[in-house]
């Protein structure tokens, strides 16, 4: 279904409520699409805090301080 971002701002619960059914909306401006309204993914993934522990390794000497001059010299 194509709407113009009008007819969208004053029927967004019908549209809503269209998608929530299945049906894809295209919002249009002058007749060019410039947005969609669609149902979410199925699922969606969980959040899990610590996930890559133990996954990354930084080596001895990481943090160590560097001056510009060794910076800008691209050697590290």
């Known amino acids: 279904m194509d709407v113009s971002v009008a007819e969208a701002r004053n029927q967004l619960t019908k549209l809503l409520r269209a998608v929530e059914q299945g049906e894809s909306v295209v919002i249009t401006r002058n007749g060019k699409p410039v947005a969609q309204l669609a149902p979410p993914p199925a699922q969606r ?32």
């Open 45 to 76: 993934r969980t959040v899990m805090l610590g996930g890559m522990k133990d996954s990354i390794k930084l080596l001895p000497g990481w943090d160590k301080p560097i001056d510009l001059d060794e910076f800008l010299s691209g050697e590290l």
